[in-house]
């Protein structure tokens, strides 16, 4: 990975939670990952609602506090329903995820309950025993809670996707058990999502490819097209660029806006150098391979691999020592 953002006191999270606060980007990331593409949730209707969840859990005599904060969440209206759409970005594989999330629904939906239960009281319009008891009239309702997690690490997600992941369960409990699913994306996979809004189509994409050490695309398609400063920074902290990031800020200064294949020419460079090298060493295991069945001795195999691919001898050595 390349050098933290949090150097240049740029802290990931908070930048990546300032970009999806903007109701176009929030929409266009949830009608992708949850919908297809299909233009479900309406920027319009979005409204930005509390992220903190905490509660104040008592049960058997027993209290304590329990604090859950998200990260963006937001409101759709329904005439006089509503939905609320929670994300968490998540950088590091967490291999508690599906509970984390279970939590933190299970607050959003106690934290509506705690806010009816105490209109009710102040209210006194119970009309029965079992109402009052708790402290829920019979037609009340509570509102749906749709959470999304946004996984942004560069190696591949091993963790679990839902409660059951996280349990061994006896053969005949399975159908008994309350399984309780995490939706969840992964930029490095994301290819397949139809996104409409260009920003959140622009940092996928280049930072997916950056992740694939796919530089020649980068290079092909950002040649000559310019990036708003934010998107850099951005697609720096999700990539822990530090080059892109200080490229990126320092372009504020200079029009708000970046050239990608320039911000990102050094590692270009290096991915270049990498898939060279990794292309070298297919090569020489193919001719060690090769002398081995045609029974040549090791020291006309490495005076073979120092000629062949232009090796110091003490490289060539070592390769024929790993290989052989």
């Known amino acids: 990975m390349f050098e933290t953002a949090e150097k240049n006191k740029v802290k990931p999270d908070t930048i990546l939670k300032t970009f999806w606060r903007d109701n ?15 233009q479900v949730l309406n920027p319009r209707d979005l409204t930005e609602v509390d992220t903190d969840v905490s509660s104040f859990l008592k049960f058997n005599g ?3 506090t329990v604090q859950k904060v998200l990260d963006v969440v937001k409101k759709t209206a329904y005439g006089v329903d509503f ?14 995820m599906p509970l ?3 939590l933190g629904d299970c607050f959003s939906y106690l934290k509506e309950y705690n806010e009816i239960a105490a209109r009710n009281r102040a209210e006194k319009g119970f009309e029965s025993s079992d109402e009052f008891l708790s402290n829920l009239k019979k037609t009340d309702r509570l509102h749906p809670v749709v959470s999304l997690c946004v996984y942004y690490g560069e190696n591949e997600w091993d963790g679990p996707f839902c409660l059951t992941d996280m349990l061994e369960i006896p053969e005949k409990l399975k159908t008994l058990v309350s399984d309780y699913k995490m939706n969840l994306i992964e930029v490095r996979n994301s290819e397949p ?11 996928f994409d280049v930072s997916r490819s950056i992740y694939e050490r796919n530089f020649d ?3 092909t398609i950002y040649r000559d097209k310019k990036i708003s400063a934010e998107l850099g920074v951005v ?7 530090q080059k892109l990031i200080d490229q990126a800020l320092k372009s504020e200064k200079e029009g708000g806006q970046i050239n990608m294949c320039g911000a990102l020419e050094e590692l270009v460079d290096k991915g270049r150098q990498e898939g060279m090298q990794k292309g070298m060493q297919k090569g020489i295991l193919a001719n060690i391979r090769t002398c081995k069945t045609f029974h040549i001795s090791k020291e006309d195999t490495i005076k073979n691999i120092a000629k062949e691919f232009s090796l110091p001898e ?4 070592e390769y024929v020592e790993k290989y052989w």
Do not use: C
Request: hydrophobic share 45%.
């Open 235 to 241: 697609i720096g902290a999700i990539t822990e660029s």
């Open 24 to 38: 176009d980007r929030f929409a266009d990331l949830f009608n992708a990952a949850l919908f297809g593409g299909e």
């Open 62 to 64: 027993h209290a304590e």
């Open 314 to 317: 003490e490289d060539a050595i």
């Open 83 to 96: 939905v609320i759409w929670g994300l968490e970005n998540q950088a590091k594989i967490h291999y508690a």
């Open 193 to 203: 999502l139809r996104f409409h809004n260009p920003d959140v189509d622009t940092v």
């Open 100 to 102: 984390r999330h279970m």
């Open 217 to 219: 695309k980068i290079n």
